[in-house]
């Protein structure tokens, strides 16, 4: 017994697993709720039986802190600011190129005008195979990698190893990095004699003015109803979702209004009479339709102002504050929630500590069946009237007025085989390749279309992939047939100096959102 106690006194007692000592008890200030927090930290610095990398520490924690508040409140590390920045600044640093990573080597397709790699005599069709002294051609490497290695600051330096056409040595192209403008409007061409299409792909700082210029060449060419495509549109900033909403409204209509525990009601309304106001509007939205885009469909669906054609919208309606800290990381902190004219939140219901619900919400979609049928029974949410009396869906996400099912003809085993072998991409870069001077001769929609009904580059498709042994049977075919060719000739056209114009005008043709808003017209 004597033993016993001795051995409990040296040794202590392990309940549970823990080692019971007496400890000296930390007051915490009950007037800073956050000081147990701080002390933790500090108690595993001065005390771990470990040494510690605080900073390491504090960092891995606060991405976890920010994640069980909300979806959308986010902590950014320093080292990734500035590419979360990107996307919303309108410019990055880099050389200027559009790529593809195709059989594992960069293939340039289109080089920006004015940019680095265009004053240096980078082409359309160029293959990189190294960057400095590293090979990248053949060696399976990220292409998000590939993307930080030709990034850099404004006036650093970088040589490029190039395969041009069948030259041989390489052709050593030394680039200086400068700041490239990120395109937020995709593509904005004539669908018809009176119908144009933009296509908006995020709303970052140069949004308002690149929809101004696309609408006033639009106007030059007759157009009098417009599509305005923001399917896949995330988001980006409220004051350029706000401007290009304010085209449409005339002034005093309400946009968006927000609301939080900490912050007051605050309405947004439009401030004049917009440039667009007597365009007639379809408004495009898809599951991928978050935030910014949601502002614009709902301010047009609650003021009578257009149709909004698709599928629900994302549900993304929290608004997050930057806070900018001295070692250049930041948060993003969900302050308020957005809410339609008529009242309705954006954001969808989600619970705290379940991100991963969250995620895979969209996913849940399909297995219920809402991509592709229609069933208001999945929005029972709170029924709003607009002024002129038509029914909206609170509940979260915009609810269109013309729903559109999710498109799966053309799909079979053959397509999913060409997608997984990419013979699709592969066969337009020989194309290309082959017709270079030609394709960059292309200037108008009109001419690529002269062109493609000249070469009719679709027709060997089937017999160039039965000889990379991916065949298809006579029903298959038929089936696929047209998506393939619209694919190919797609692709093709982003490869011109037309780019996304290009490519969003032929699928156009096969696309039956964009078939259902011209209808409406």
């Not at 600044?89 to 080089?111: H, K, L, R």
């Not at 614009?296 to 997050?320: C, E, M, P, T």
């Not at 039965?466 to 065949?471: K, L, S």
């Not at 006579?474 to 490519?503: C, H, K, M």
């Amino acid at each position: 017994m004597k033993k016993t106690i001795i051995a409990f006194l040296v040794l202590g007692a392990f309940t549970g697993g823990y080692l019971i000592r007496p400890q000296n008890v930390i007051p915490l200030d009950e007037q800073k709720k956050w000081s147990k927090l701080a002390l933790i930290f500090q108690q595993i610095e001065e005390n771990y039986v470990d040494t510690v990398n605080a900073e390491e520490l504090i960092e891995n924690t606060l991405p976890y802190l920010t994640e069980i508040l909300d979806p959308h409140s986010l902590y950014i590390p320093a080292a990734d600011m500035a590419d979360a920045n990107e996307s919303i600044e309108g410019n990055f640093e880099g050389i200027g190129i559009v790529f593809n990573m195709s059989a594992d080597t960069v293939a340039v397709t289109n080089v920006v005008a004015g940019g680095p790699s265009a004053r240096a005599g980078i082409q359309p069709g160029d293959r990189i195979i190294t960057v400095n002294d590293s090979v990248i051609a053949g060696r399976k490497i990220p292409q998000n990698t590939v993307v930080k290695m030709l990034r850099g600051k404004r006036g650093s330096r970088v040589t490029l190893g190039v395969a041009r056409h069948e030259e041989e040595p390489l052709v050593q192209v030394l680039i200086v990095r400068d700041k490239i403008p990120v395109k937020s409007v995709d593509a904005a061409f004539m669908l018809d004699a009176r119908t144009g299409f933009i296509k908006i792909s995020k709303f970052s700082r140069t949004t308002h003015k690149e929809f101004i210029a696309a609408i006033e060449q639009l106007q030059e060419n007759g157009m009098e109803n417009l599509i305005l495509d923001l399917r896949g549109n995330t988001g980006g900033l409220l004051d350029q979702a706000f401007q290009v909403a304010n085209e449409f409204l005339d002034s005093g209509n309400m946009i968006v209004y927000t609301e939080g525990r900490a912050r007051p009601r605050y309405e947004y309304r439009a401030t004049s009479h917009g440039s667009c106001r007597h365009i007639r509007l379809a408004v495009l939205i898809d599951e991928g339709s978050a935030s910014a885009s949601e502002i614009v469909a709902g301010a047009i669906q609650d003021n009578d102002r257009g149709a909004i054609v698709g599928r629900r919208s994302f549900g993304k309606g929290l608004v997050q504050e930057p806070v900018m800290f001295s070692d250049h990381s930041g948060l993003r902190l969900s302050v308020a929630r957005y809410y339609t004219p008529t009242g309705r939140s954006i954001q969808k219901p989600y619970r705290k500590n379940s991100y991963r619900d969250y995620e895979n919400e969209l996913y849940e979609r399909f297995l219920h069946g809402e991509m592709y049928a229609t069933d208001s029974s999945k929005f029972t949410g709170q029924q709003y009237l607009t002024p002129k009396g038509k029914v909206v869906y609170g509940g979260g996400g915009i609810m269109p007025d013309l729903f559109v099912p999710d498109d799966t003809s053309g799909n079979n085993n053959y397509t999913r085989t060409l997608s997984r072998r990419n013979l699709i991409y592969r066969y337009v870069q020989q194309f290309t390749d082959r017709r270079r001077a030609a394709l960059n001769s292309i200037h108008t929609l009109d001419e690529l279309q002269a062109y493609f009904s000249k070469t009719k580059p679709e027709l060997p498709f089937r017999e160039y992939a039965a000889a990379q042994n991916v065949t298809a049977t006579d029903e298959q075919w038929a089936a696929s047939r047209e998506l393939i060719a619209v694919s190919l000739l797609a692709y093709i056209g982003r490869n011109t100096p037309l780019e996304d114009n290009a490519f969003y005008a032929i699928t156009a043709r096969i696309d039956p959102t964009v078939q259902a808003a011209l209808r409406l017209f």
